[in-house]
């Protein structure tokens, strides 16, 4: 493939993880004065919204009964725990911490497809996985009571994540992917609106305010159609990556939005799960080349 298309692809992840990163520093930046379940209500019906208008426009609607499909119920199960904690954690600790454990997906993700598709993984990628779980409790540093609520949070959110991530690949690639969101997107506004007298009580919601949850769920949509474009342009092994960026926006974020600086201790940890992530991608990457195409490489003339 020629250099430019990987190129291009990279491009869109990175924006890609702009736009995730931006959203989360907008719902971050309202969360001191609503709760999860009110932000999780009003985003996810902005996102419904703008989803299901493209979904109608490209014909991608299909019955509602799709929703009784137990793979589907599980996925929106995961996505509804993943919003909720994830929007909690991000009001307890600075935006990126959060990203830096929330990038230990990929590892997440490759362990629940060896438990549960019975994926080969390889003594390699499984030191890797054992070395990216360090680098978050790295990241994480638990104290002598143990593990703080935001870092469980987190944490949370990236099981579930993880969960949401393997219960996709079991859906029937016949229903499209829009109608798969927009149905996720409709469930968690409920969800949040469920949670509302749960965590407190409806609060007065600023213009401000909700001008940040309405370009939060734009930025949401722009990351979708991102990371789309960027696995269908680009090598996925070239492009996969760049996910990374996601972390360097995120710390500029924090920093220039809510001063938040991160320490030592947060940049090594993130340092150990991007190289494990990284060296997974290598390794899956490596697996998926045909024995013949590595014998063919050219070697040393030694």
């Known amino acids: 493939m020629p250099r430019s298309r990987n190129t291009e692809g990279a491009i869109y992840m990175s924006m890609a993880m702009a736009g995730f990163s931006a959203s989360d520093a ?49 996925r929106i199960v995961c996505e509804m725990f993943s919003a909720v904690t994830y929007i909690t954690a991000l009001g307890m600790m600075p935006i990126a911490n959060a990203s830096a454990i929330l990038q230990s997906l990929p590892l997440v993700v490759t362990f629940g497809a060896a438990l549960f598709f019975n994926e080969p993984v390889g003594w390699r990628r499984w030191s890797a996985i054992l070395v990216g779980l360090v ?64 965590l407190g009580g409806w609060q007065p919601v600023s213009a401000t305010s909700l001008g940040h949850l309405l370009l939060a769920s734009v930025l949401v949509l722009v990351g979708y159609q991102s990371v789309i474009l960027a696995m269908r342009t680009g090598e996925i092994s070239f492009v996969a990556p760049f996910r990374y960026t996601s972390l360097i926006f995120s710390s500029l974020l924090g920093f220039f939005f809510f001063a938040e600086v991160p320490d030592s201790w947060m940049l090594v940890g993130a340092a150990i799960v991007i190289a494990s992530g990284l060296y997974t991608f290598y390794r899956e990457a490596k697996r998926r080349v045909p024995p013949i195409a590595q014998e063919s490489a050219p070697r040393s003339p030694v």
Do not use: H, Q
């Open 135 to 198: 680098g978050v409790m790295i990241i994480i540093r638990p104290g002598p009571e143990g593990f703080t609520a935001a870092a469980l949070l987190c944490v949370g959110a990236v099981l579930t994540t993880a969960g949401r991530d393997l219960a996709t690949r079991s859906i029937d690639p016949e229903i499209p992917s829009l109608m798969i969101t927009v149905i996720t997107a409709i469930s968690i506004s409920f969800f949040g609106a469920l949670l509302i007298p749960v």
């Open 26 to 74: 907008l719902s971050k930046s309202v969360i001191a004065s609503m709760n999860a379940g009110e932000i999780m209500c009003l985003r996810g019906l902005f996102t419904s919204l703008l989803v299901y208008l493209i979904a109608w426009k490209m014909g991608a609607l299909r019955s509602w009964r799709v929703v009784l499909k137990p793979i589907i119920i599980l």
